[in-house]
Every structure is written in C-alpha cells, then in structure tokens.
C-alpha cells in the first residue's frame, strides 16, 4: 500500500550513497531548507540541491522528475522529486549525498544511520 515505504538497498560510494528502490519512487526532503537547485545537472540527471543553514547541503541526483523549484521553502518529509535511474549501475535509484562548503560528509550518518536511509522515500 502506499503507506509502505519502497524498498531500499543502500550502496555507500565513499561517504555519498546511491539507493535502489522502486522506479518513481517519490523523494523526500531529509531535512527543512530552500531549494537552491532544481533541474538538469550534466553528469548527475535530474537533481535536487537544498539548503539547510549552517552550510549545509544535500544533494540528490540522478532523478527522473522535479516537483520543486529554486527559491522553495520545503519541510521535513516533502516530496521533491521522483527516483530515477543510477548511473552506476543502471538500476531504479536515486545518488545522495551532503555537502559543506568543498566538503563531502558522511550521507548515512547524517540522515541519522543506516535504520534512517528509508526517511529519504517514506510516504
């Protein structure tokens, strides 16, 4: 039903993740912020940037559809997007990662462990 989340295989590539999971699986903002990015990024597909204060990032590419745009305020579990397709590996998914300033921090500690990865597709 839709209150189950897809499921989700997580794939760590240093401290981003890719995860699997069911095509057009709806996206969801880890965390309140603004979106400062929202379309088409050579090499990334489709790709959401928010904002989240104190420098924070967080990126999600490789997505098939965008339902936000620059200059959004979005809350904690909103949908911003659509699960595309990996470029790795070729499969339905979406590329996480989070970012301060140059910096590349850890993605799975950051949505708060491994049990947290979901939060990121829950309905």
């Known amino acids: 039903t839709e209150d189950i989340p897809p499921p989700v295989v997580v794939t760590r ?3 981003t993740i890719d995860i699997e999971t069911h095509p057009g699986a709806v996206v969801r903002a880890p965390r309140p912020g603004e979106v400062i990015y929202a379309g088409a990024l050579e090499g990334f597909g489709q790709v959401v940037i928010l904002d989240h204060g104190e420098g924070l990032l967080s990126v999600a590419a490789s997505l098939d559809g965008v339902a936000v745009d620059v200059g959004d305020r979005v809350a ?3 949908a911003v997007a659509t699960a595309g397709v990996l470029r790795e590996s ?3 998914g979406l590329h996480f990662e989070v ?8 993605a799975v500690d950051w949505l708060g462990g491994e049990n947290a990865v979901g939060s990121l597709l829950r309905p």
């Open 13 to 15: 590539r240093g401290d």
């Open 76 to 78: 904690a579990g909103q």
């Open 90 to 92: 070729g499969l339905p």
């Open 99 to 106: 970012r301060r300033g140059s910096d590349v921090l850890d």
